[in-house]
């Protein structure tokens, strides 16, 4: 049995569904998967800051709508457009050598990935009983991690996200005409991965912060909360 032909656009379409898919990459899905490794980070200062962030996002007004059109529908858009501009075969790859392909293999690659990585990220942490029953996002969290195959599941896909962001970056450079030049487009994709590393760092060591890590050593003095202090003449601080 013959597999189908690939689908055919017209060039003008092509380049414009490229732009759109590297736009919504890097905005808002790139934004947001930076906020969100920073809000997991706060998990290396313990139970209760991660805790108290969980529950400031929770309480900003209209959250769930806003989560559903700003976050949920534009990963969907992203992911069904990147599977559509993957069946056309339209990529040039030839003009950008070796690793250039390599990159493309990997950028499809942790695609696919992601896709079954925010499904069961998503069932886990918003729909499962036992996190709506929990009294604590960090203790569910903890309990999740214990298993090794999750906890490694989990480091795959921050490894998978961050690269994904990282090559994306070069890529939304060159869709939108930002670096033209050879030199330009290397600069670009070290650019690319280098941020793609250290978001790599920052969700690894957020997993580990549910693990039991603290980098305390990092934070600058008097970070930690503390009871109302009282000075003399009645000032209150």
């Not at 379409?13 to 706060?42: D, I, Q, W």
């Amino acid at each position: 049995m013959e597999s189908a032909p690939p689908v055919k656009v017209s060039d003008r379409t092509y380049f414009v569904l490229r732009r759109l898919h590297s736009l919504t990459g890097v905005v808002p899905v790139g934004v947001f998967l930076v906020e969100h490794l920073f809000t997991n980070a706060r998990s290396l200062q313990g139970p209760a800051a991660f805790d108290q962030a969980a529950a400031e996002l929770a309480r900003i007004p209209f959250v769930v709508l806003i989560e559903a059109l700003g976050i949920w529908f534009p990963i969907l858009f992203h992911l069904v457009l990147g599977i559509f501009i993957a069946s056309t075969g339209q990529a040039n790859l030839a003009r950008h050598g070796g690793e250039r392909n390599w990159h493309y293999a990997l950028q499809r690659a942790t695609g696919i990935l992601l896709a079954f990585f925010i499904l069961y990220h998503t069932w886990s942490t918003r729909f499962d009983a036992r996190y709506l029953a929990s009294e604590s996002a960090y203790e569910y969290v903890y309990r999740h991690l214990e298993h090794p195959g999750v906890l490694a599941f989990y480091a795959l896909g921050v490894l998978a996200a961050s690269y994904h962001l990282g090559n994306g970056l070069f890529g939304f450079a060159v869709h939108w005409g930002l670096v033209t030049g050879r030199r330009a487009q290397r600069l670009a994709g070290r650019v690319g991965l280098a941020v793609g590393a250290a978001l790599a760092v920052l969700g690894l060591a957020a997993l580990l912060g549910f693990r039991g890590l603290r980098l305390d050593f990092l934070q600058k003095p008097h970070a930690q909360e503390h009871d109302t202090v009282v000075l003399e003449g009645g000032a209150r601080r």
